[in-house]
């Protein structure tokens, strides 16, 4: 089993910064990958960004340079550093590790409003 704990959501103005935090504890090792999706209301959960423990990042294609996806190995956490946020990346912000089986976590809530 592995347990996923997110932090760093809240609420910003268009043009604002968020950085979210996911731990990962339990039977985690480096060849999980870790990652981001999200999911707003009314829509189907969507790639936001993945990475391996080597840093091979992928992400979904609205990012546009604006985020960042980046790991810490050792401390078994992944970060999303986001910028240029705009009202459409409003949504529930969900941590995963994915490996022989996916796990999620329980999502943050991530608002850009004026």
Known sequence: Q????????????????????????????????LGWYRQAPGKERELVA?????????????????????????KNTVYLQMSSLEPEDTAVYYCLARWLTLYWGEGVQVTVTS
Do not use: H
């Open 2 to 33: 592995v347990q996923l704990v997110e932090s760093g959501g809240g609420s910003v103005p268009p043009g604002g910064s968020l950085r979210l935090s996911c731990a990962a504890s339990g039977s985690i090792s480096p060849n999980y990958v």
């Open 50 to 74: 993945t990475t391996t423990s080597g840093g091979t990042a992928v992400y979904g294609d609205y990012v546009r340079g604006r985020f960042t996806i980046s790991r810490d190995n050792e």
